[in-house]
């Protein structure tokens, strides 16, 4: 009987925590967008920079390589 409540127990949790994680990482997302190209061209404008696609292109790069070497 034991054993039955346990399996229960850990399913419960594993759902639970499923949607638990779920419902974080979707607010997370919706708080902290992921910065792309139109967000980067905006931020460059508002700094008075007028940006290239090869600068844009750089800088979206170099982003991707810092957030590899992070991981």
């Known amino acids: 009987m034991a054993v039955l409540w346990f399996v229960l127990g850990a ?4 759902v639970g925590g499923f949607f638990g994680a779920r ?3 979707k607010k997370y997302f919706r708080d902290n967008p992921p910065v792309n190209e139109d967000m980067m061209r905006t931020m460059m404008m508002q700094m008075g920079q007028k940006p290239s696609e090869k600068k844009l292109n750089q800088i979206m790069q170099q982003m991707k390589q810092q957030q590899s070497k992070s991981k």
């Open 11 to 14: 399913i419960l949790g594993l």
């Open 23 to 25: 419902a974080y990482m």
